[in-house]
């Protein structure tokens, strides 16, 4: 037998934001080809869930103006390498 509470607060299962304020990022590739330029963004503010997708907002230096983007358009700018510790704390190996 199933039974329900009472005062049982409404279950929200909402994303979690995957970056941190002060993060660099850049925005993924939407063709599957390397951008020309990769240009970095700096992570402002987390802002709340849209279709599933935690939002952030952007900026870049060589703009004056920030953005407004969900998760799911955004990659770490440095991937750290878990294989190989020496690798990611040395670029020259």
Known sequence: MIRFQQNARPRTDTPAHQFAIGQTVRMKSRTGLVQKTAELFLIKSRLPVKDGSP??????EQETYERVTTEDNLEPADPVVADNPVAASNPLV
């Open 55 to 60: 939002q952030y907002r952007i900026r870049s």
